[in-house]
């Protein structure tokens, strides 16, 4: 069975300081992968997506994907208190479904 | 440009009621998913559909639920009767897939519709 694991948190941050937020995923023939930001009574909102190995880039976020060790996880810089939220991981498989992840509570601290 | 629509954005019913939601996907956006989300949990895809075909329905409980999406554009999902277990929030995203949107199909939600079964 297709899997996605997420640390349920809640992680907490002081505020500047660097989020790291990991997710594992079972099924080697992912294609690609998402992170979702989702607050509180709010629907998914997407953040980022990446398919390649490697780091990929977006203002305060870096998506990082290891296919290898089947592991993607997403750095937020200088952490703000508008970013807690629940971050979602999601894969997408061959069949073009996503497989989420239940979610990890970030809670930055002022 | 506008996003997903979604109505109603909350709804109140009695057990073995039947209730019906509503989707307006973004334009141009050719798939169509249904999710349930429950608290503190993932999206639970319910049934996506490419245009006006259901593609993926294996998750959807047919003995109550149906959905349909006539002309490939808007699409309602409908619980009939609704159970307890079924106060969720139901969300609705849409994508462009197949070579016009890329390498990522990523999915864009709309607002969900909470309900709750009393």
């Known amino acids: 069975q297709k899997e996605v694991e997420q640390n349920s948190g809640p992680l907490s941050v002081p505020e500047g300081a660097i989020a790291s937020l990991n997710c594992t995923y079972s099924?080697?023939?992912?294609?690609?992968f998402f992170w979702y930001r989702q607050y509180s009574g709010k629907s998914p909102e997407l953040i980022m997506f990446?398919?390649s190995n490697g780091d990929k880039e977006d203002g305060r976020f870096t998506a990082q994907l290891n296919k290898a060790s089947q592991y993607v996880s997403l750095l937020i810089r200088d952490s703000q208190p508008s970013d807690s939220a629940t971050y979602l991981c999601?894969?997408?498989?061959?069949?073009?479904?996503?497989?989420w992840g239940a979610g990890t509570k970030l809670i930055i601290k002022p | 440009e506008a996003g997903v629509v979604q109505s109603p954005r909350y709804k109140i019913i009695e057990k073995k009621q039947p209730v019906a939601f509503w989707c307006n996907p973004i334009?141009?956006?050719?798939?169509l998913y249904w999710y349930r989300q429950n608290l503190g949990q993932g999206p639970e895809l319910l049934i996506r559909?490419?245009?006006?075909?259901?593609?993926?329905d294996s998750q959807l409980p047919k003995d109550r639920f149906s959905a349909e999406r006539l002309k490939g554009v808007d699409s309602t999902l409908k619980i009939q009767p609704a159970e307890l277990g079924d106060s969720a929030v139901y969300l609705c995203?849409?994508?462009?897939?197949?070579?016009?949107?890329?390498?990522?199909?990523?999915?864009?939600f709309g607002p969900g519709t909470r309900l709750t079964v009393t």
């Open positions: 995203a849409s994508s462009l897939d197949g070579l016009a949107g890329g390498n990522a199909y990523e999915q864009y």
């Open positions: 559909y490419e245009n006006e075909e259901a593609v993926d």
């Open positions: 999601a894969e997408r498989d061959s069949n073009y479904q996503l497989i």
């Open positions: 334009s141009g956006h050719n798939t």
């Open positions: 099924d080697r023939g992912s294609q690609s």
């Open positions: 990446i398919y």
